[in-house]
């Protein structure tokens, strides 16, 4: 027996019988009769947990949209902000409008009713069952009697769905209010797009990863900075000085101490008996740069495939005449105070800050928060993604200078292209899930993060320059060419042949790189083939990009782009119903509606259909017989 028979055995166990098969396939046709889900796209959240958190509730303005559509006759423009705001926030809103009004049977019986309204046309896309699965479980079947209740001549119906209202509301109704809240949200994005950079700069990344790994279809395309976290996790000690570096540089040390229990008291104990002169933030940072840098250089050396010698500044310090060179060229120090650095052996590590890094690498090997975080990036992300025609990776695929995918040698291999792509996820997955943890593994992890060559950096990182050295000419990080290429349609639609997409069809949607619009950038590339969406969530790009992120909708309508305001606060959202402002730009509108017939899923349904029409062929020909009964 082949394996097809064999397949089309066990689907008869599922269906065995003609109705229960016919019935299937009817099922499925209809489905792919219906319109594509909502996409949303993000990138470059930084830790950013208030706005991203807000933009994740407002559905990246949706909400607002389908309540201004729907009630625009109804509802005053306050009693819409009001009825938002609760969808958004609605524990927190209740609280509050407990205090400042008079929240009866009424104002429930009223609020339920529209917010029934929003969630019936949100779900009109859907299955009646997918929408079962999106509803908080302890009130999947009222809900679900309450969406599909229909009118009849004796009123039947209109009373049973009063009585379940009525019933609700002297029951628990809050508790109601905010299930339909959580149902409405889920209903109007059906799957979320990380492209990459969850972490550092902003305050709370741990808090943007407990709200991800909660909601019900979400990937994650990594970022450098994510497989900086990433490799910190699975041990690499260059990756743990650089991510405790940057907490402390941009006073993110909340997320390290609080949010993943890591201490840095004995950094900055030992810190300031290096450095007494400075402050003990100031003291901790230099300590733990010269660390990094050390531990950087041990990683350079040992890997020479890397070819990132000139990253190598150490060896070249002069203290005497405080000076030290980069790319040929000698720069001033604006700092020769270097108690821990032994010119004649610069790389290596003093006892004492062999201690500080010990303790780190202990501490986050055994955060089980961090662990919990990282295996949620592993388990739903990757590299790239490609997804419904749309291509997605956070940096970039390295170009030589004319154009060409760059070759790097890397594990006895010539890599470049989508095989590049490949191989580094391979590893990086192995780096955290492998039984013993290899040293090549884990540089490649600090590879990945910085290394000009890298599909998630792309250009040259002058850490050490930006740090110790005033002269701004020593700061200029070169940039993969492909930043230069991705402009041209030709560039984007080999990059998407090279990923297995239609260059015809396909986009490429890219983060990693702010738009400063501030500049007269604009995000849309190659006339439409490749967007990239970073817009800037992280506070410190605002005044860069002029804009406080991008959120990129794909709907069966086609593609629109957000560009949203900075956001000011929880507090401000929920007494003064403050919304996050977005502007809207169509990219892309679709020559005919998208049906889950035009998606991957699509295409997967279309291949069980299929494999049941088969079936239902060897039942009437008598091959395979069905169960009776």
């Known amino acids: 027996m082949d394996t097809n028979q064999k397949y089309l055995r066990l ?23 219906l319109p ?177 790994i909660e909601h019900p279809y979400v990937d994650v395309e990594w970022g450098n900075h994510d497989i900086l976290w990433m490799g910190a996790a699975c041990g690499s000690q260059a990756c743990i000085a650089n991510v405790v570096r940057n907490c402390i540089k941009y006073r993110t040390m909340s997320t390290l101490e609080s949010g993943y229990g890591i201490s840095l008291r004995r950094l900055t104990l030992i810190a300031q008996t290096l450095y007494p002169e400075l402050s003990p933030m100031d003291a901790a940072l230099k300590a733990i740069t010269v660390i990094q840098f050390k531990l950087e250089g041990q990683v350079i050396l040992r890997n020479s495939e890397y070819n990132m010698n000139d990253r190598l500044i150490l060896h070249t310090i002069d203290l005497e005449q405080g000076t030290f060179l980069s790319e040929g060229e000698r720069y001033r120090l604006n700092d020769t105070l270097f108690p821990t650095l032994d010119p004649k052996d610069p790389y290596t590590l003093t006892e004492r800050e062999n201690e500080i890094i010990d303790e780190l690498t202990a501490a986050f090997l055994n955060s089980t928060r961090l662990k919990k975080h990282v295996t949620f990036l592993y388990e739903h992300g990757g590299m790239y ?52 943890k290899n040293i090549k593994g884990l540089d490649f992890m600090w590879y990945l993060w910085c290394a000009e060559l890298s599909p998630l950096c792309g250009r040259k990182i002058k850490t050490f320059e930006r740090a110790f050295c005033d002269d701004k000419r020593a700061w200029h990080e070169e940039k993969n060419p492909y930043y230069k290429y991705y402009q041209e349609v030709f560039t984007c639609e080999k990059i998407l042949k090279e990923f297995g997409l239609d260059p015809d069809t396909a986009h490429i949607i890219n983060g990693h790189t702010p738009v400063r619009t501030t500049k007269g950038e604009l995000p849309i590339r190659a006339q439409g083939k490749l967007m990239v969406i970073d817009g800037g969530f992280c506070e410190k790009y605002h005044d860069t990009t002029g804009i406080a992120g991008y959120t990129l909708i794909y709907n069966s309508h086609g593609l629109r782009l957000k560009a949203h305001h900075p956001f000011r606060s929880v507090e401000e959202a929920l007494r003064e119903n403050h919304d996050i402002i977005s502007d809207s730009e169509i990219v892309e509108t679709a020559r005919r509606r998208v049906m889950v017939a035009d998606t991957d899923d699509g295409g997967k349904i279309k291949e069980d259909i299929d494999s049941l029409q088969h079936l239902l062929y060897l039942y009437r020909s008598g091959e395979i017989r069905q169960k009776k009964g």
């Open 11 to 33: 689907l008869s166990e599922k269906y065995p019988t003609l109705r229960s098969l016919t019935r299937e396939i009817i099922n499925l046709t209809a489905i792919l009769n």
């Open 385 to 436: 993604t490609r997804c419904n025609g749309n291509l997605l990776y956070h940096g970039c695929v390295p170009m030589t200078d004319d154009g060409g995918f760059a070759t790097v040698y890397m594990f006895g291999e010539q890599l470049s292209g989508k095989t590049y792509f490949d191989v580094a996820e391979e590893i990086a997955r192995h780096a955290f899930f492998g039984q013993s």
């Open 36 to 212: 594509k889900g909502t996409e949303h796209f993000m990138s470059d959240i930084h830790g950013e947990y208030e706005a991203f958190c807000h933009i994740l509730n407002n559905c990246s303005g949706v909400i607002r949209e389908k309540t201004e559509r729907i009630f625009r006759d109804r509802l005053t423009a306050q009693e819409q902000d009001e009825l938002c705001t609760l969808i958004y926030y609605p524990k927190e809103k209740l609280s509050l409008l407990k205090k400042e009004t008079d929240v009866n049977r009424e104002w429930y019986r009223n609020t339920l009713e529209l917010m029934l309204e929003l969630a019936r046309d949100l779900s009109s896309k859907y299955t009646r069952s997918k929408v079962r699965k999106a509803t908080p479980p302890d009130y999947a079947y009222i809900i679900d009697e309450l969406l599909h209740a229909q009118p009849d001549e004796d009123k039947n119906q209109v009373r049973y769905h009063n009585n379940i209202l009525e019933t609700i509301i002297q029951v628990d109704a809050d508790d109601f209010v905010i299930s339909m809240a959580l149902l409405i949200k889920r209903l109007a994005v059906d799957r979320l797009h990380i492209v990459g950079d969850i972490f550092d700069r902003g305050p709370s990344a741990e808090k943007i990863l407990d709200l991800l």
